[in-house]
């Protein structure tokens, strides 16, 4: 595979990821995704079709391991502690600017 | 005062259970001197984010509900020794910004079970540490708040993510320090300093607390000035913790490391270590060269092993790690905590134009590269594969540990380097942990410990075994320690 990643792909992943890019900040992004991506792509030289993938390391380390906990109630945070780092807040709750403007 | 600063954490709580230094001695020392660093700026090496005004912020008790904790700070076998911890630990009302704008003065309302564990067993927290924003880097240049100095040459970085931990180590200017590790960050910047630093097996410790980076990899592990020192510390961090599903019971004690010889352990020199991509630098191979004969004299067999994937490591470790991180890194939106973009048109503006603002360079890098791995159409060329050329890693050092009992590596190919020197090209960056992703992804334990000098700056010795072996990994680490006589204090200031 042959990693070139253009412009207008450069700005539709930003906008997946809820972030923006300066214009200045384009072109030189999509330079160094391509770079790296480049090196990433031997990856594809490896013949993997029958290997299983590994999602977490522990699972196989200890595969009787407790993953779930009994689901019971305990005390969380007041809600005025979570709310104390919060930039905006209102009537309890976090204040946000309007979906639609 | 020279004294107390020659001591190591384990002398100075020994030194304070027997009455012959004051626990508040100690600590003012350090926070003095920490201090002094803190307040230095351009003089100074940059090391710490925030220093303790006394040894009373220590209590960070998080309640009921969360994580569980014992009493009375100061009070334990750690004696009161002071601790520096890295700034992506949370520690309760002490900021706590993984070295980003986007945390700015965060501080947040409960403290992470790692740190919990230390302060429980008596340590005092002295300092947060620099590091890389959200742990994304190998020099420490990537903190919003300036880069941290390396103590043997100020021109040059100390490694990293955790460089502001293993820099004010190595300086003297706290006797340990907790880091993290993803791919290399507290192997790396302890080698390039020229002190001790563990990863432990993923899931030995917490990560409840840790400002996430990359989760199925962090790890949390000390950076002490020896070898008995990182057993301390461990001993005090490794446990199951209700807050965090991907922790385990550690199947024994982490004992004091007191090895003497080498007999009959077998020592795996992995062939893929002179492979392409990692140019071993002469001197750095001289050093590693001298400490593979040096364990062949402690009785000790040196077996070429072969680990045919991990050349495809860094490949996997960069869809990886940028994957999780894309995905960890949603949460910093401007809504619960940190900075928050002002003006906004709408809900979506303020997210997008709050993370512009709040997220750095390789931040952002990372964040996409993720994004992009994980985007519809290249899940399977990249996530999918990335998992796959994971497990055949894991295979790769189990079938090696049939062979040999540990596999020994030089930690980084290079020596500390110049500031600036590789921030223009990220792969180059990317390459320094080239020999410590491998573990990362197998979550197998490893160990760097100094092993000598390259034109006067720290060449780390890196020693890795299988999951749980951290026992056995300090005790080999500590019979090279006391055959090599590293002179520890070279960098203190």
């Known amino acids: ?101 | 005062m020279t004294g107390i600063l020659s001591l190591s954490a384990a002398q100075a709580a020994t030194a304070i259970e027997k009455g012959e230094l004051g626990a508040e001695e100690l600590f003012t020392f350090y926070r003095e001197r920490a201090r002094a660093d803190a307040e230095a700026n351009e003089d100074g090496l940059n090391c710490f984010t925030w220093v303790a005004a006394d040894a009373s912020t220590t209590p960070l008790q998080s309640g009921p509900g969360w994580s569980d904790s014992t009493d009375a700070p100061g009070s334990g076998p750690l004696a009161g020794v002071p601790l520096a911890v890295k700034d992506l630990f949370c520690t309760k009302g002490v900021p706590s910004q993984s070295g980003s704008r986007i945390l700015e003065g965060y501080r947040p309302p409960y403290t992470a079970s790692a740190v919990q564990g230390l302060t429980g067993a008596g340590a005092t927290l002295l300092a947060k540490t620099n590091q890389d924003e959200f742990a994304m880097g190998s020099s420490t240049e990537n903190s919003a708040y300036g880069p941290t100095l390396n103590p043997w040459d100020r021109t040059r970085v100390p490694g990293g993510s955790s460089g502001g931990s293993a820099a004010a180590v190595a300086a003297g200017l706290a006797p340990w320090a907790i880091g993290t590790d993803t791919g290399g960050s507290i192997r790396q910047p302890a080698a390039l300093c020229g002190i001790v630093g563990l990863k432990p097996t993923y899931g030995s410790v917490s990560r409840f607390g840790m400002i996430a980076f990359a989760s199925s990899l962090d790890q949390a592990g000390p950076l002490t000035r020896d070898v008995t020192d990182a057993a301390l510390m461990l001993r005090h961090m490794v446990g199951r913790d209700r807050c965090d599903a991907t922790s385990l019971q550690f199947p024994h004690e982490i004992e004091p490391p007191s090895a003497e010889r080498l007999d009959g352990l077998r020592l795996g020199v992995p062939r893929e270590a002179e492979a392409a991509g990692a140019q071993i630098e002469p001197g750095v191979r001289e050093s590693f060269e001298r400490v593979l004969k040096l364990a062949e004299e402690l009785g000790a067999s040196i077996e070429e092993i072969r680990l045919p994937h991990a050349p495809h490591a860094l490949s996997a470790y960069y869809v990886l790690a940028p994957a999780e991180a894309s995905s960890n890194l949603a949460r910093f939106d401007g809504v619960r905590y940190g900075m928050r973009a002002p003006d906004a048109d709408d809900l979506l503006d303020m997210y997008t134009r709050t993370r512009h603002d709040g997220f750095g360079k390789e931040v952002k890098r990372r964040i996409m590269l993720g994004t992009y791995a994980l985007s519809s159409g290249y899940y399977d060329a990249y996530y999918g594969r990335a998992q796959r050329v994971r497990t055949k890693i894991s295979e790769d050092f189990k079938t090696a540990f049939e062979q040999v009992d540990l596999i020994v590596t030089p930690t980084s190919a290079n020596v500390a380097f110049g500031l600036g020197e590789k921030t223009a090209n990220p792969w180059s960056m990317y390459l320094s942990d080239y020999f410590t992703v491998p573990m990362s992804l197998a979550g197998i334990p490893a160990i760097s410990i100094p092993c000598g000098l390259s034109d006067g700056l720290p060449v780390g010795l890196q020693i890795a075994g299988p999951a749980f072996s951290e026992n056995r990994l300090l005790d080999a680490s500590f019979a090279l320690e006391q055959a090599l006589g590293f002179e520890e204090g070279a960098a203190r200031v």
């Open chain 1, 1 to 101: 595979m042959l990693a070139v990643i253009d412009r207008d792909e450069v700005l539709h992943v930003a906008r997946l990821a809820r972030l923006q890019l300066s214009e200045d900040e384009v072109e030189p992004m999509a330079q160094e995704l391509s770079a790296v991506l480049d090196h990433i792509a031997k990856i594809s030289e490896l013949e993997l079709d029958d290997v299983p993938p590994t999602s977490h390391v522990v699972a196989d380390a200890m595969p009787t391991h407790p993953a779930l906990r009994a689901d019971e109630p305990r005390p969380s945070l007041p809600r005025e502690v979570a709310l104390a780092q919060a930039p905006a807040v209102d009537q309890g709750g976090f204040l946000v600017p309007s979906p639609q403007a």
